[in-house]
């Protein structure tokens, strides 16, 4: 514990827990509610009468005997077939994140390692093109799909959204690749390395945290994306987030919100559980990317 710790006074410590308990709470209570709401009916978790049915479910014990149960969870994924969009958002993330790290990895070293001019400016458009709303670029992209019978299916998706993800995936690897010292290269050059094993073997390995960062990256954007999948694909091939919103159903067709309930919390454990687990590497990856070398 640093000196200025140890001498904090004894109020700001308890303020601060305070602070940090409160702030948890409110942070932690929407996912918490969410959760909680998914094993009741809609007459309860959206109880105008009496907010205390959501607590202890009223209505879902005069249902199916029990304050908790498991009908939204099972509409979801067995009735609706969630399942399928949980399939295709896994394949999708996949190809994003491999193919956008491949060539971003590729494309960010030989940016990082140019002497031209131009490089600044290629980053800067790039940078542009990320500013741009991805919905105003698929509206571009629709007529040719259309034309060429290419609209509705995952490559499809998958290609559209590695072009909007490129800039971004060149710009964070670009200034990880920025941080390692050109006398790595150099060095595996004089041991006989070729330009692409000195990349291989001595730069990757050292670039790590910054791939497991922006591969995160890479796969929330897939992962949690609506105005991209909800254009280019067709019903059969939805991802979990165009089917959340099916499932609340439009002013033509009825929904059921109580699916939609369950596929949120399905959808957002996951991503919990991996952002749990990859902290350290996020916070390393981010560190090494603001830390000269």
């Not at 004894?10 to 996912?31: D, E, G, Q, Y």
């Not at 969870?73 to 958002?89: L, S």
Request: glycine fraction near 6%; charge should be neutral; hydrophobic fraction near 55%.
């Amino acid at each position: 514990m640093s000196t200025a710790a140890k001498y904090r006074p004894t109020w700001l410590k308890i303020a601060s827990a305070l602070f940090i308990a409160v702030w948890l709470v409110m942070a932690a209570f929407p996912f918490a509610w969410t959760v909680w709401g998914s094993f009741k009916v809609e007459l309860d978790f959206f109880s105008i009468a009496d907010w205390t049915n959501a607590f202890f479910g009223t209505n879902t014990k005069d249902t199916y005997g029990s304050p908790f149960t498991g009908a939204g969870y099972e509409g979801a994924w067995i009735k609706e077939e969630f399942w399928r969009n949980v399939i295709n958002t896994m394949l999708v993330c996949l190809f994003v994140v491999t193919t956008s790290l491949t060539i971003g990895t590729l494309g960010a070293y030989a940016l990082s390692r140019s002497s031209y001019n131009y490089v600044f400016w290629l980053l800067i458009t790039a940078l542009i093109f990320r500013a741009i709303p991805p919905i105003t670029l698929v509206s571009g992209y629709l007529p040719p799909f259309f034309q060429y019978n290419v609209w509705g299916y995952l490559p499809t998706a998958i290609i559209v959204l590695v072009a909007i993800n490129q800039p971004f995936t060149l710009w964070m690897l670009n200034s990880f690749f920025q941080k390692i010292p050109q006398e790595l290269d150099e060095s595996a050059k004089v041991d006989g390395c070729t330009q692409f094993q000195a990349f291989r073997l001595v730069i990757m390995p050292v670039m790590w945290p910054g791939v497991i960062t922006t591969a995160l990256f890479s796969f929330l954007l897939a992962y949690n994306d609506f105005a991209v999948t909800t254009m280019l694909l067709s019903e059969q091939n939805r991802t979990m987030v165009p089917a959340i919103n099916a499932f609340m159903g439009t002013t033509q067709t009825e929904g059921n919100v109580m699916f939609a309930v369950a596929a949120v919390v399905s959808a957002t454990v996951p991503l919990f559980i991996l952002v749990m687990f990859f902290q350290r590497h996020i916070v390393a990856g981010l560190t090494a990317g603001a830390v000269k070398g």
